[in-house]
């Protein structure tokens, strides 16, 4: 029996698992900062930064392969794209240099101004990054002007109320992931508050996700015909059946305080089963409705010499990223941790 391998398929799986990898390590450390300004007393914030401090730095490997290989496996996306969302890209990575210096400097700092100045940072940097990373997808999402191989759109096309939407609905998820995270770490007076945190964003993120849901096949002919038209929708229809199932499940367990771990664990489940519908909606388009992955991909060649490395350093960044959180397991408490 002949097995066909086609590595342009392959090499899509492989940066939306880095994508999305990204987005579940990263989603909850920018969630506790977007989280900070509901927490005004300096030994809170403390304890809720020590929960990611050893391990929040090793997130951005999973950006930064997402970048690459998406350069690298399919260049002329990446040559219309960046061009696309540039102002959202320059922010994006603002925001993280701010978050990330905030997590250094913040213990050094002696209290006053500068306290509130790496404060601000740390919730500026983690807010604004969760808004961009929201709004390139909402500009991938409505499309992008292409003329002949190079971006063919203004300056501000990024900016509509649709990827307002979708900027929104990101800051709000990664609000919701990160209270689940707390949820999980912590205990006490400030687990109590957290859980009721994590039920408000968690009906916001689900009303967002309704929203986001609802407007996306109105973008494109493309994605109505995929969602809405008869039998197509029989095929994608498990996807909205398994996230509401999600949904309920998530609602029942905030409300239920035996099991800290379960809300963070379907929250990770919920935010898979919206990339997979994402991916549904733009497949096989890598920019909707303009290039397919076929067309913007890299020669064979070029492909396989860089899919033979990634396949080899992707499950060895896999097993030290978690021997690193296995090492800072379990419930941290105030005065403890990583500084």
């Known amino acids: 029996m002949e097995i066909s391998f086609d590595l342009t398929i392959a090499w899509a799986l492989v940066l939306a698992f880095a994508v999305y990898v990204y987005v579940v390590l990263d ?26 401090a050893p391990v929040w730095d090793g997130n951005e490997t999973w ?31 603002l925001g993280l240099v701010f978050r990330g210096v905030a997590f250094e400097f913040r213990w050094r700092a002696d209290g006053g101004f500068s306290t509130w100045f ?26 992008i002007e292409v003329d002949g191989r190079a971006y ?11 990827t307002v939407l979708c900027g929104v609905a990101v800051v709000c998820g990664y609000a919701l992931m990160g209270a689940c995270w707390l949820n999980w770490k912590i205990e006490g007076r400030l687990q109590h508050r957290i859980r009721v945190l994590a039920r408000t964003f968690g009906f916001a993120t689900v009303g967002f996700i309704g929203a986001v849901s609802l407007a996306t096949p109105f973008l494109e002919q493309a994605y109505f015909e995929r969602w809405y038209s008869f039998p197509q929708m029989l095929e994608v229809a498990p996807v909205p059946i398994v996230v509401v199932g999600l949904v309920l499940w998530l609602a029942k367990e905030l409300f239920d305080e035996r ?11 919920l935010f898979l089963l919206c990339f997979i519908g994402l991916g549904v909606s733009m497949w096989p388009y890598v920019i909707p409705p303009e290039i397919t992955l076929w067309e913007a991909a890299s020669p064979f060649s070029s492909q396989l010499f860089m899919f ?25 408490k105030p005065g403890e941790g990583y500084h």
Do not use: C, H
């Open 118 to 143: 790496w404060d601000g940072a740390f919730i500026g940097g983690s807010t604004v990054a969760a808004l961009t990373q929201g709004m390139i997808l909402g500009t991938l999402l409505q499309g």
């Open 259 to 269: 099991n800290d771990w379960m809300p963070f664990a379907i929250t990770l489940a």
């Open 308 to 332: 033979v490395g990634a396949i080899i350093l992707m499950p060895i960044i896999l097993a030290y990223t978690g021997y690193a959180y296995w090492v800072f397991r379990g419930k941290m």
């Open 27 to 52: 989603g909850f450390d920018l969630g506790i900062g977007i989280l900070y300004p509901f927490f005004p007393e300096k030994e809170d914030r403390d304890l809720m930064m020590n929960t990611v």
């Open 63 to 93: 950006l930064i392969l997402g970048g690459g290989g998406l350069f690298a496996a399919f260049p002329l996306a990446y040559a219309i794209i960046m061009p696309a969302v540039y102002p959202l890209i320059i922010a994006m990575l």
């Open 152 to 162: 063919g759109g203004g300056w501000l096309d990024w900016l509509t109320p649709f």
